[in-house]
Nanobody, 125 residues
């Protein structure tokens, strides 16, 4: 069992940066790939980024590649999403997620085993 709690969302101007944090509880943190998804009003939840269990493989959605960076701290059981050069299209609720593999998280929302409660990110233009 893994519980996920996000923090770090807020209001930022276009071009600004935010760092989201996700605290994972449970001793099986290292057994899961970790990722981030987002859902904008009226849209489906979509993949943003994921990092493999061993931290080697990393995937990003094309829309955030080069601007967002996902990382994980195995000692602190934390996952982070550094978001730079934010624009209005990045406005959404961001969810931390745990699943069987980073490659599956990238292509299948249903592959997620555990979700966080979400944190709102609003980018003003």
């Amino acid at each position: 069992q893994v519980q996920l709690v996000e923090s770090g969302g807020g209001l930022v101007q276009a071009g600004g940066s935010l760092r989201l944090s996700c605290a994972a509880s449970g001793r099986t943190f290292n057994n899961y790939a970790m990722g981030w998804f987002r859902q904008a009003p009226g849209k489906e939840r979509e993949f943003v980024a994921a990092k493999a269990r061993d931290g080697v493989l990393t995937y990003y959605a094309d829309s955030v590649k080069g601007r967002f960076t996902v990382s994980r701290d195995y000692y602190a059981n934390m996952v982070y999403l550094q978001m730079n050069s934010l624009n209005a299209e990045d406005t959404a609720v961001y969810y931390c997620a745990a699943g069987p593999s980073a490659s599956r998280l990238r292509i299948e929302v249903k592959a997620v085993d555990y979700w966080g409660q979400g944190t709102q990110v609003t980018v003003s233009s």
